[in-house]
């Protein structure tokens, strides 16, 4: 008798080995038996005609926040996966002072757009270490949550406010070393660094003032516990990220250590530099190192309003300076002002090939309705003005609330971005889940590889796709006990139709407590996904079982534990 | 393993305590007078000459440079 069988699926066992028709039979929170089963079980999932894999681990995300009010990291769970990795980018929430967290808070608010309200109306501070604040997530958790902690909140726990303003003394440095003892001890899967992130003043964040010899003495303390280090380089410039992945290679070789860096774009106007890193990337991989470059299945889309500071203005200081600084009744004042309206147009006028291909998504009123779904050019035309000055009218007409759709705006060379997905050295990842919420969705990047690279262009294996997301993922976390279909291991596994799986189309929806808003896209084609053995998200019965782990250190939770909370 | 030679990148550094454009000019360009070592340098790395400055009254204002910084000491090397 057995808890949970999936019956005649196609079993693609996360091997990249070609996939074959076989039953799957799960006992408590393991995989029992793979193969023709006559025998019967609680729950049974008719998976004709559908793929049988292990459960998706997205390596890059930065749902942090998102787990203190919702366990399942929704909708990343409904998309097939199963383990995700957050506190990327030297950001965590622990260890945390109370005097701190409304700095951390600044920081998620300007790095992850994650609402101030919504750390005021959806988060009860009740923890301060490592250990507490896996406590306050266990509670409800189902998606399996491999957890980074943060260099700059090591930083911020050991120095207070000088963790922005000077090197770390070499006291200092061994309370950092301690620190990130207690977190890896208490859960913590690496830590994580930025070298480009910046605070809510615009300052770099503390990760940022550590010279080397600090880095290397957190990274020896890595080597104890053989566990990740996780970089942000300044991946716009090719040198730059040369020299980080050098910097990775020698602290990898030193101490032992698997290192990654995220992300790895391909730039159009520029090929020969993703190239060039690549070919880094294989010297150091051939010296012994382990440096690897994560790469996102998507092209670069960013969604945006007036309301909040979008990052497609970054490198327009007036703009960015009005929409991250000014109250919503300043920045209408400030567009509507004509001297302004036509010194932002200037400011902005470099860009002139971007700006006629935005597509207006959506608004408030009656009257503009009928420019919905068309481009900024079209209603330029339509309007007698340039497209920019069609953009600020308007969302000033619209109360700041018009959405604006940038899409296709990198990484979107396929072969080029297909040749990386493939290649033995790249690890796909840098979804940002739960990250930049109001600039874009960072959900279904495994719906779209699988959908487009494999589906439509054929570029790919399904074996192989399922191979970079499961047990190559598990391999290079050091994830025990995942990544594969084979009997013994936790039962973690996506059931999906290889013939519709995708992600759905962006929406905006209001779901962050403090009426918060976000972009997400639902699942497309996964039928039920199930971790540690019980099923956690199916598409006719939505979310349900929460038996998600805090891994690499703790296997898997059984059920009875579960079922006693 | 680790004797696998590496190609040529361009060279960097990474700057030591109290270090400036003029001090890292002066160790690493010393055939050059320091002005014009500076003005290399920042040419070189405008990631962090361009780099929003920091507010009056820190310890880092009028410095850009920050510890963890990748300093270019040449300029981009032709493509190959």
Redesign the interface.
């Known amino acids: 008798m057995y808890d949970l069988i999936i019956r005649n699926g196609t079993v693609v066992d996360g091997s990249g080995l070609p996939g074959y028709q076989a039953d799957v039979a799960v006992r408590g929170n393991r995989i029992a038996k793979i193969g023709k089963i006559a025998e019967t079980a609680d729950k049974e999932v008719d998976a004709s005609g559908k793929v049988v894999a292990p459960g998706f681990i997205d390596p890059h995300t930065h749902f942090d926040a998102q787990l203190l009010w919702d366990g399942a990291a929704k909708p990343a769970l409904s998309h097939g996966v199963t383990t995700i990795v957050p506190g990327n980018c030297s950001l965590s929430l622990a260890p945390l002072k109370a005097d701190h967290r409304m700095r951390l808070v600044g920081m998620f608010n300007q790095i992850e757009e994650m609402p101030y309200k919504a750390f005021r109306e959806g988060v009860v501070w009740d923890w301060e270490t490592f250990s507490e604040y896996i406590t306050r997530i266990r509670k409800g958790l189902a998606i399996n949550v491999a957890p980074l902690v943060g260099h700059s909140v090591i930083r911020l726990w050991v120095m207070n406010d000088a963790a922005t ?3 770390a003394t070499d006291a200092e440095i061994a309370e950092m070393q301690d620190v990130l003892r207690e977190c890896l001890d208490a859960g913590a899967a690496g830590l994580s660094t930025s ?1 480009v992130d910046m605070d809510e ?4 964040v503390p ?6 010899r600090e ?1 290397d003495a957190l990274a020896a303390v890595l080597g104890e516990y053989g566990r990740m280090l996780q970089i942000v380089p ?1 991946f716009y ?1 090719p ?2 990220t ?3 992945l ?1 910097q990775l290679a020698e602290m990898s ?1 030193k101490y032992q250590i698997p290192t990654t860096f995220s992300p790895l774009f391909v730039n159009s106007d520029n090929v ?1 530099a993703v190239d060039k890193v690549m ?2 990337v294989d ?2 991989f ?3 190192a382990r440096v690897w470059p994560q790469v996102q299945t998507r092209p670069i889309d960013i969604s945006f309003s007036f309301a909040v500071p979008s990052l497609l203005f970054i490198r327009y200081p007036n703009w960015y300076r009005i929409m991250r600084f000014g109250t919503p009744e300043e920045i209408k004042a400030h567009f509507a002002d004509p001297e302004n309206r036509k010194a932002r147009a200037a400011e902005v006028a470099d860009a002139k090939e971007l700006w006629p291909r935005l597509v207006l998504r959506q608004v408030k009123t009656d009257a503009n309705q009928k420019y919905v779904g068309k481009t900024l050019a079209g209603i330029a035309a339509e309007r007698g003005v340039t497209p920019v000055e069609a953009m600020i009218d308007i969302s000033v007409e619209e109360d700041l609330e018009a959405h604006f759709l940038a899409a296709d705006m990198g990484h979107n060379n396929d072969d080029k971005v297909v040749s990386l997905l493939k290649h033995p050295r790249v690890h796909i990842g840098a979804s940002d889940g739960g990250a930049h919420i109001l600039s874009f969705s960072t959900y279904g990047d495994t719906g779209y590889l699988f959908a487009h690279f494999v589906r439509d262009l054929k570029t790919m294996r399904l074996e192989d796709a399922v191979k970079k997301i499961t047990s190559d993922t598990a391999s290079i976390w050091g994830i025990p006990e995942r990544g594969l279909l084979q009997p013994g291991y936790i039962a973690d596994i996506a059931v999906f139709d290889p013939q519709t799986v995708d992600r759905g189309v962006e929406k905006f929806v209001q779901d962050v407590p403090g009426d918060g808003s976000r972009y997400v896209r639902d699942s497309h084609g996964v039928d039920t996904v199930i971790v540690s053995g019980g099923i956690a998200w199916s598409a006719k019965g939505g979310y349900q079982e929460a038996r998600g782990a805090v891994l690499p250190g703790e296997t898997s939770r059984q059920p009875e534990l579960v079922a006693a909370e | 393993m680790s004797d696998t030679k590496l190609s040529v990148v361009r060279k960097s550094i990474r700057p030591q305590a109290g270090d400036s454009w003029a001090t890292i000019a002066d160790r690493e360009l010393p055939k050059l007078k320091t002005e014009d070592g500076v003005s290399s340098l920042q040419s070189w790395n405008l990631h962090v000459y361009m780099r929003a400055p920091a507010p009056e009254g820190s310890p880092r204002a009028g410095n850009p440079i920050l510890p963890s910084d990748v300093i270019f000491i040449e300029p981009p090397m032709a493509a190959a």
């Open positions: 303003e000077r090197t070298y003043t615009l300052q770099p990760s940022r003032y550590a010279d080397a880095v300044e410039d040198d730059l040369i020299a980080r050098d070789i020969a070919n880094r010297e150091q051939a010296r012994g």
